[in-house]
Nanobody
Framework: VQLQASGGGLVQAGGSLRLSCAAS????????MGWFRQAPGKEREFVAA????????YYADSVKGRFTISRDNAKNTVYLQMNSLKPEDTAVYYC?????????????????WGQGTQVTVSS
């Protein structure tokens, strides 16, 4: 199972970015996918998660109302649309996946990880 994250970059505060995470190597019909982020000197934290079936989603309070997680099962791809970005959103963003039918929010609950993509928000 391989996860490939992309779409990071440099953006001004208030701007938007869309991250993508392409999954390959296995059928993801029963996978839960998540996004985490890690800022310099901080622990990796949960951002959002989505079930592959049903589309149930869950967000960290810090991004609720600004970020949207979605998926395209035909493309085995998960997206994270990030709007109204703030400097405190600056971090390396990682996508993660696991089998299951719940929303998982802890780092150690995920089995597969992408390589990370840098998001930098300037003030």
């Amino acid at each position: 199972v391989q996860l490939q994250a992309s779409g990071g970059g440099l953006v001004q505060a208030g701007g938007s970015l869309r991250l993508s995470c392409a999954a390959s190597g296995r059928t993801f019909s029963s996978y839960v996918m998540g996004w985490f982020r890690q800022a310099p000197g901080k622990e990796r934290e949960f951002v959002a998660a989505i079930k592959w079936s049903g589309g149930s989603t869950y967000y960290a309070d810090s991004v609720k109302g600004r970020f949207t997680i979605s998926r395209d099962n035909a493309k085995n791809t998960v997206y994270l649309q990030m709007n109204s970005l703030k400097p405190e959103d600056t971090a390396v963003y990682y996508c993660a996946g696991r089998t299951g039918n719940y929303i998982y929010t802890r780092r150690n609950e995920y089995d597969y990880w992408g390589q990370g993509t840098q998001v930098t928000v300037s003030s």
